[in-house]
């Protein structure tokens, strides 16, 4: 994973039984997804305020591992990738003490708003994903190398 995002559960997270609520896992992924973007210097008010291009969530999905609760300490890792000259995925792993936790993916089109037709990803979107699939090689080269000593 290439970007590391630093999350405290707060009691507002939780459901009735404690543990985060299911939904909201995707809104801490959401938060993460954010945080990456603006980590390159993309303006977020005007990402998520243009009137021309959109990146909606077309799929998503949750797996959990393990409950969290109020006050567990999240790092939030994500990945994101090209799938298509529109389309981006971004793979997160959620760990609290190196521990996996849940992991998640969201799916991301790129279309016109006012004719909701598909785009191409622009240039900043592109960026973006190269810059995170360095950084991801990177570990992993980093991972490999101490694997082999």
Same mark, same amino acid.
């Given at each position: 994973? @290439?970007?590391?995002?630093? +999350? #405290? $559960?707060?009691?507002?997270? #939780? ?16 938060? @993460? ?12 008010? %005007?990402?998520?305020?243009? !009137? ?7 799929? %998503? ?5 393990? !409950? /969290? ?19 981006? *995925?971004? %793979?997160? *792993? ?16 790129? $279309?016109?708003? *006012?004719?909701?037709?598909? *785009? ?12 995170? +699939?360095?950084?991801?090689? #990177?570990?992993?080269?980093? /991972?490999?190398? %101490?694997?082999?000593?």
């Amino acid at each position: 994973m @290439s970007f590391n995002y630093h +999350r #405290t $559960i707060h009691f507002q997270d #939780t459901d009735a039984a404690g543990v985060v609520y299911f939904a909201n896992v995707l809104k801490i992924c959401h938060e @993460s997804y954010e945080a990456s973007l603006a980590e390159v210097n993309i303006n977020l008010k %005007s990402f998520f305020a243009n !009137p021309s291009i959109a990146f909606p969530i077309v799929h %998503s999905s949750v797996d959990f591992f393990r !409950p /969290m609760y109020c006050g567990d300490h999240l790092i939030v890792s994500l990945a994101p990738q090209k799938i298509g000259v529109g389309k981006f *995925e971004i %793979s997160y *792993e959620l760990k609290i003490n190196d521990i996996l936790v849940a992991k998640a993916i969201t799916r991301h089109a790129c $279309i016109d708003v *006012e004719t909701r037709s598909k *785009e191409e990803l622009p240039d900043y979107m592109i960026h973006w994903l190269e810059i995170n +699939r360095k950084e991801v090689e #990177t570990a992993i080269r980093i /991972m490999s190398r %101490s694997e082999a000593v």
